[in-house]
């Protein structure tokens, strides 16, 4: 991906943040089938963000979380977007959500951009040109071991699933996204996904793997493509962390409920 395409999926992100904003103060707020929340700007941002990859990659497919449509990883190109990530604290006035654009290249997740306007950060990965925070290199710090000062990232699904059998201070900001992206800056040691689907981890994938870190299932395998995998289906545990502390973590993880 050229550097002009790279600047307008940061542009893309940072006008969808925009939006985001403006309806901050007077939303619409409705329960999905899942029991999660959807608001009316969830919805805008994601049809902006559509429109945006549909007139600078019309041959390439676009799923999101809000709007009907799936495709497989299968495909050539595809993009995923998490509109909003962290839709409940957006809707509670916390800081702890982003916009997520991420697209997958014959099932490997090739460019992500995390973009968190209320914290004023934005993480950019493209495929064999590094990790970025706010334009500064990023890199995910070697790990031998885990010792009860280290933060782990759980999300919501991975406290009820996974045990962690390692001494350590499990966090969950209540984004998929935030947890990868701080990954990168060694704030978490490592991130554990449960019950994920597509637009939750291929932006943060794609970020992550360009700052050095891997994704393990918990037998411990590395997962280096996502082929065969359908958008809007619920998957296995995913460790990401940097390689010299993924197998560890995913050797002491145990899976202690299959998702529904």
């Known amino acids: 991906m050229n550097h002009q395409d790279q600047q307008f999926l940061i542009k893309l992100a940072h006008q969808a943040g925009e939006l985001a904003h403006s309806h901050a103060d007077k939303l619409q707020i409705e329960g999905k089938a899942d029991g999660s929340l ?16 549909g007139q600078r990659w019309p041959s390439d497919v676009i799923v999101g979380e809000e709007m009907a449509g799936s495709a497989d990883t299968d495909t050539d190109n595809a993009w995923y977007i998490d509109p909003i990530d962290g839709t409940h604290n957006f809707i509670g006035g916390l800081p702890l959500w982003a916009i997520c654009i991420g697209r997958c290249s014959e099932a490997v ?21 590094g990790a970025y925070l706010n334009g500064a290199p990023v890199s995910v710090p070697d790990c031998k071991e885990i010792v009860r000062s280290d933060m782990i990232a759980f999300t919501t699904e991975a406290a009820r699933d996974l045990h962690l059998d390692l001494p350590h201070s499990q ?26 689907l597509l637009w939750d981890v291929v932006p943060g994938l794609a970020i ?9 299932n918990l037998a411990g395998e ?17 460790v990401l962390a940097a390689a010299s502390c993924c197998e560890l973590v995913a050797a002491h993880t145990t899976q202690l409920r299959r998702p529904s």
């Open 109 to 129: 997740p090739t460019a992500g951009v995390i973009h968190s306007p209320a914290l004023g950060l934005t993480w950019t990965g493209f495929q064999g040109q």
């Open 38 to 53: 959807v608001t009316d700007a969830d919805r805008e941002v994601e049809q902006l963000i559509r429109t945006g990859l």
């Open 208 to 216: 992550a793997a360009e700052a050095g870190a891997i994704a393990y």
């Open 222 to 238: 590395s997962i280096t493509d996502f082929a065969g995998f359908a958008a809007r289906d619920r998957h296995e545990p995913i």
């Open 171 to 196: 966090r969950n900001l209540g984004s998929a996204a935030l947890h990868c992206g701080y990954l990168t800056t060694g704030a978490f040691k490592a991130c554990l996904f449960s019950n994920w």
